[in-house]
């Protein structure tokens, strides 16, 4: 039972990217999945959820309108598309899973290993 967050990488400020979120051994439909990140010396903090159900998602405010949140349940897949990347968005970012969406860390019960996202010129 694992998650694995890949997709990172180097962009330049006003670029984008789209990160993936793929489980195994279990069926990532069951679950709201999240998305975190965590920069150099600072707290996680939550950036993004999906519910089971698509239509169900959140944003945190530094994000809203720039990142798009997505699910395949066929693939076991969920994404994190990120358009107008700041410098301030370079952080490793993570996905987790948890019984519903939240943005605290505490709620979810399994983490990936994180995927650096690194948005410098």
């Known amino acids: 039972v694992q998650l694995q967050a890949f997709g990172g990488g180097l962009v330049q400020p006003g670029g984008s990217l789209t990160l993936s979120c793929a489980a195994s051994g279990f069926g990532s439909g069951s679950y709201a999945i999240g998305w975190f990140r965590q920069a150099p010396g600072k707290e996680r903090e939550g950036v993004s959820w999906i519910g089971t159900r698509s239509d169900s998602v959140y944003y945190v405010h530094s994000v809203r309108g720039r990142f798009g949140i997505s699910r395949d349940n066929a693939k076991n897949t969920v994404y994190l598309h990120m358009t107008s990347l700041k410098v301030e968005d370079t952080a490793v970012y993570y996905c987790?899973?948890?019984?519903?969406?939240?943005?605290?860390?505490?709620?979810?019960?399994?983490w990936g290993q994180g995927t650096l996202v690194t948005v410098s010129s």
């Open positions: 987790a899973r948890a019984r519903s969406g939240s943005l605290r860390t505490n709620a979810y019960d399994l």
